[in-house]
T-cell receptor, first 113, second 112 residues
């Protein structure tokens, strides 16, 4: 059982470049979310989705875009990378019958130079 | 002020010690309280989950919630080197659709 799969695991970008972080889950979970983790800041919510076609902003959405065309996939797009977006990104999913119990992917470590 | 405050540590204890990890929060709407454990270079994993006030025990782990004081705790008895990890508290209100608010995380090291 794969759970939540994130790709890539590591990425280096130059300022201004764009890229997409991929996230897929095979648990048929309705809810999916993206968090970033920075030293001393814990996990902060970027965007989340309660189902296909439905997304909303979290605490730190600026500079990121999401869409949810299927239940399984929830990609995160960086439109024009900035050094402040250097972070570790985690995708998570949960069921509507236990939406507080998040299942996390293994993370993407992103560096923006 | 952050909605959830957690002492980032680091915390270092000898094997066999009792560990106490704590978080305070300001939002009285929080109803679900979780502790996640995160090993180095891994994603967080749910360790304990409590609804509203009270205690919950699972093996060597006990979670306590005091809503009147807006204070939650995680106790680890007979700590083991394998407990060395970062512990994150997390909270959510009703119908928040997977939107959790996390504390900063406490880095714990258990020395043999």
């Amino acid at each position: 059982n794969a759970g939540v799969t994130q790709t890539p695991k590591f990425q280096v970008l130059k300022t201004g470049q764009s890229m997409t972080l991929q996230c897929a889950q095979d648990m048929n979970h309705e809810y999916m979310s993206w968090y970033r983790q920075d030293p001393g800041m814990g996990l902060r919510l970027i965007h989340y989705s309660v189902g296909a076609g439905i997304t909303d902003q979290g605490e730190v959405p600026n500079g990121y875009n999401v869409s949810r065309s299927t239940t399984e996939d929830f990609p995160l797009r960086l439109l024009s990378a900035a050094p402040s977006q250097t972070s570790v990104y985690f995708c998570a999913s949960s069921s509507s019958r236990g939406y507080e119990k998040l299942f996390f992917g293994s993370g993407t470590q992103l560096s923006v130079l | 002020q952050k909605e959830v405050e957690q002492d980032p540590g680091p915390l270092s204890v000898p094997e066999g010690a009792i560990v106490s990890l704590n978080c305070t929060y300001s939002n009285s709407a929080f109803q679900y309280f979780m502790w996640y454990r995160q090993y180095s270079r891994k994603g967080p994993e749910l360790l304990m989950y409590t609804y509203s006030s009270g205690n919950k025990e699972d093996g060597r782990f006990t979670a306590q919630v005091d809503k009147s004081s807006k204070y939650i705790s995680l106790f680890i008895r007979d700590s083991q080197p394998s407990d060395s990890a970062t512990y994150l508290c997390a909270m959510s209100g009703y119908n928040q659709g997977g939107k959790l608010i996390f504390g900063q995380g406490t880095e714990l090291s258990v020395k043999p």
